[in-house]
């Protein structure tokens, strides 16, 4: 049961990332096609503002590969986990999950408003990729907090 | 090593010499012009009228070049780019550009048969479309108009359903009269609709005509006056001429490709002329001199005057601008300091008070560039790209800029990536176990070497990093990322100090910058405690830096208020710095915990993907799955990560290391040049 609720956790992370990068990146997308059509010579200063809210999904995706390396899961010494300790697992999940589905979503506004700039002012684009840069700090952040809380409650399991 | 010194020059020439001086600081390009004042006598060119119509000139000719790049694309190797532009010498190009209006015409002719094939395009589809609507009646051999003779009438129509000569008057029966006689021939028949000729005695004409009527008879809308063979054989010859038009123009499109250089060298010439008019505005005239002022760099206005007086009739002054000029910037740097100019560019030039933030700059640049990628593999795919591109193709201008950046940083990858132990991520230590069974790659070089070359073999005796690995050991990293996040805030600080003290302004660098420092010395041992564990400094380091720390707090509540009249003030803002500075510098310090994140991201990523690539069993099948998958995998894994790194090593300048001294707001210099794209024009010898 405890292994349960920590997978729970993984999947959580892994899936509420993507969730928020794909809407985000797809988001971003429509704009920058937008652009492109009037002027395709734009396309790389887009595209870069495109995978911006990307990221998110794949810190997601980290967090579940380290939660399954921490378990151990599909060997045979695959860590049996108390409730309270799989919950452990679960909650240091929840801020890359939670974190990374908010910030993919407002990521990708910042970013749509950028491929504006891109468009009006592109000799200005480079400002444009910094204030969707902005938001990304907090993915960063609790991407990290995830990942800390996880290596400790490994190291006090062990 | 740094912001250019500007100085002002002005040049006074007699008229008769004024083009000739003109096009030689154009094409000497070391003067951005300003707008000369008006003073009596003189008064200022209006070229903005010629400016427009060669830029009208430059649009055909550039229309042109799109044309046969469209219908007679060249071949050119993809490398073709990156090798620089064939060089032409004054004399050439002055020569050649008397010959341009002949190119002008080529590509007004270009143009013209590109409207040609256009219309000739449409008008053919409009001909196809009528020739269909006649081909149903293409054997009749009557006109469509035909109405019969003196004693017959005729029909010549359509009904909305498919006949055959028997079907039609089996229908036809029931509604006219038995001894109505009528003869029917179907031109022709499809599914929805019979092209129908009908023949009657004149006297029976109504009731055969009302008969049709019923069964929906309709005549044709666009009935033809002579048999339709003769419509559709007319139509056809339409075609046949629009379409040989059409070819005409299209290979005089091919043929005139064959000017392409000659045309971009045109586009060159009017670009450069278009610039020249619209600089012209800048320059002030009298009845016998031209004035032009303008700011040019120090150093390479003692050559452009030498050159200028020995030349032409000119009286040139040097002079250093005054304070209130709005003085363009340029920087001028070694390559490897150079590469990411762009980068400050992209954030704003500096102001007269900054100084040239990019030789600091550079150094942080790649070191925390590579410590985000933080893959060896990467970063040799990177450097041995960019190093290709540098030496091979000697590329230059922005782009060289670009390609040493990123050589640089690829540089800075494999040192990172080598200390923590990735290359393509786990590739060399999954190989060796997977393929030949040795688990502890990294313990055997080592002593095969006879000392500790790979201290990662601590965590797993199959790494081969240098220091450690981040995924054994995140905290380390992090707290390693903090203080190189220190460092980076340190030397922004100091180069504020820098600043200051340019500006002769001690006591505010003493003030702002030295109790700040002593401030996160002393608390930064409490911090790597707490996050890494009691004992991650030793107890008496951190006993003593605490004191460090309040003295830091104290100078700042006793400095930062300095400016405020009254005592309570100063206090009061003295405390407002201490906490503006203790929850500033905790974010921008935090803000470097994604050297972790990052690096991390890379490195799981590409373990991931050998993972994947090494899941069936028999060393046959891995083998055969490794190679597409490792490939694949790496591509998008090196392909996403460098984006993001890109980003978050910008980031880090701009919103961290830029805050603590930069201000910006400058004006890069953009001097009267030859902006030439295809050619590239040297001064004579």
């Known amino acids: 049961m405890g292994v349960m609720f920590a997978i729970l956790g993984g999947v959580l992370a892994a899936a509420m990332g993507g969730v928020g990068s794909a809407i985000g990146v797809g988001r971003v997308g429509r704009a920058a096609a937008g652009v492109v059509t009037e002027d395709p010579s734009k396309f790389g200063k887009v595209l870069i503002l495109q995978i911006l809210p990307g990221t998110q999904g794949l810190y997601g995706f980290l967090i579940a590969f380290l939660l399954m390396n921490n378990l151990k899961l599909g060997s045979a010494e695959a860590l049996n986990l108390t409730n309270g300790q799989g919950l452990q697992y679960f909650a240091a999940c929840m801020p890359m999950a939670i974190g990374g589905l908010v910030s993919a979503l407002m990521q990708a506004s910042a970013a749509v408003a950028g491929v504006g700039i891109v468009a009006k002012r592109p000799e200005e684009s480079g400002k444009a990729i910094i204030f969707a840069a902005m938001v990304e700090t907090y993915a960063v952040l609790a991407l990290l907090i995830s990942i800390l809380a996880m290596m400790n409650i490994t190291s006090t399991i062990a | ?685």
């Open chain 2, 1 to 685: 090593m740094a912001k250019v010194k500007m100085k002002k020059i002005e040049v006074v020439t007699v008229l008769e010499e004024s083009k000739k001086v003109f096009d030689f600081l154009q094409v000497q390009g070391v003067v951005e012009l300003f707008n000369s004042e008006e003073k009596p006598g003189l008064s200022p060119l209006t070229t903005a009228q010629t400016a427009l119509q060669v830029d009208k000139y430059l649009d055909t000719c550039l229309t042109a070049l799109s044309i046969i790049d469209r219908y007679a694309p060249e071949k050119k190797p993809i490398t073709a780019s990156l090798r620089g532009l064939p060089e032409i010498s004054m004399s050439e190009y002055l020569e050649k550009s008397e010959k341009i209006d002949k190119t002008l015409s080529y590509c007004y002719d270009i143009c013209s048969c590109e409207k040609t094939v256009s219309d000739t395009k449409v008008s053919v589809a409009r001909l196809e479309a009528a020739r269909k609507l006649i081909e149903p009646w293409i054997d009749l051999d009557v006109p469509m108009r035909y109405k019969g003779t003196d004693t017959t009438a005729a029909f010549i129509g359509t009904l909305p359903a498919d006949y055959t000569k028997q079907t039609l008057e089996t229908a036809l029966s029931p509604l006219i009269g038995e001894d109505v006689g009528v003869e029917c021939e179907i031109i022709s028949n499809s599914r929805d609709r019979s092209c129908i000729f009908a023949l009657c005695a004149k006297d029976n004409s109504e009731e055969v005509f009302s008969a049709l009527r019923t069964l929906g008879f309709a005549y044709p809308s666009d009935a033809t006056k002579h048999p339709p063979r003769v419509r559709f054989d007319r139509i056809g010859a339409q075609i046949s001429s629009e379409e040989e038009k059409f070819q005409k123009a299209k290979d005089k499109i091919i043929a005139l490709a064959e000017k392409r250089d000659e045309i971009r060298f045109a586009c060159d010439c009017f670009k450069i002329r278009r610039d020249k008019y619209a600089q012209l505005e800048n320059v002030c005239v009298s009845d016998f001199v031209m004035v032009m002022g303008g700011y040019v760099p120090e150093q390479k206005a003692e050559d452009l005057i030498k050159k200028l007086e020995n030349r032409f009739t000119v009286a040139v002054t040097l002079t250093n601008p005054d304070e209130t000029d709005s003085v363009p910037v340029l920087f001028e740097n070694k390559p490897f300091v150079a590469a990411v100019e762009p980068i400050t560019e992209m954030y704003a030039m500096p102001s007269k008070q900054d100084i040239d933030p990019n030789p600091v700059m550079s150094v942080f640049y790649y070191l925390l560039f590579g410590i985000m990628l933080s893959d060896a593999g990467y970063g040799l795919l990177m450097a041995i790209g960019c190093g290709i591109a540098k030496f091979k193709f000697k590329v230059t201008g922005k782009l060289k800029k670009t390609v040493d950046m990123y050589f640089w940083c690829g540089i800075a990858t494999v040192f990172w990536g080598a200390l923590f132990g990735s290359w393509f991520g786990d590739i060399v230590p999954r190989v060796a176990q997977q393929f030949f069974g040795v688990a502890d790659i990294g313990v055997r070089i080592n002593t095969a070497l006879g000392f500790e070359l790979f201290h990662g073999v601590a965590d797993n005796p199959g790494s081969i990093a240098i220091w450690f690995e981040p995924v054994n050991n995140p905290t380390k990293l992090l707290l390693y990322s903090f203080l190189f996040g220190i460092i980076h805030l340190f030397a922004g600080v100091i180069l504020g100090m820098v600043k200051m003290i340019k500006q002769k302004n001690i006591i505010g660098a003493l003030c702002d910058g030295i109790p700040v420092m002593l401030l996160v010395v002393g608390i930064a041992p409490l911090g790597a405690n707490i996050i890494g564990g009691e004992g991650t400094v030793d107890a008496s380091i951190s006993g003593v830096m605490i004191w460090v720390a309040l003295a830091g707090a104290v100078l700042i509540v006793l400095t930062a208020g300095r400016d405020s009249k009254n005592i309570i003030g100063k206090l009061g803002i003295g405390l407002y710095g201490l906490y503006n500075a203790a929850s500033g510098w905790m974010g921008d310090i935090l803000s470097y915990s994604r050297l972790l994140a990052l690096g991390l991201c890379t490195g799981v990523i590409a373990t991931v993907v050998n993972t994947l690539g090494t899941i069936p069993d028999s060393k046959a099948a891995k083998l055969g799955l490794l190679v597409p998958v490792f490939i694949f995998g790496h591509i998008v894994n090196m392909a996403i990560n460098l984006i993001g790194t890109y980003v978050h090593t910008n980031r880090l300048q701009y919103v961290e290391f830029f805050a603590k001294f930069y201000e910006g707001g400058g004006r890069s210099f953009t001097p009267l040049k030859t902006d030439t794209k295809y050619i590239k024009i040297m001064e004579d010898k």
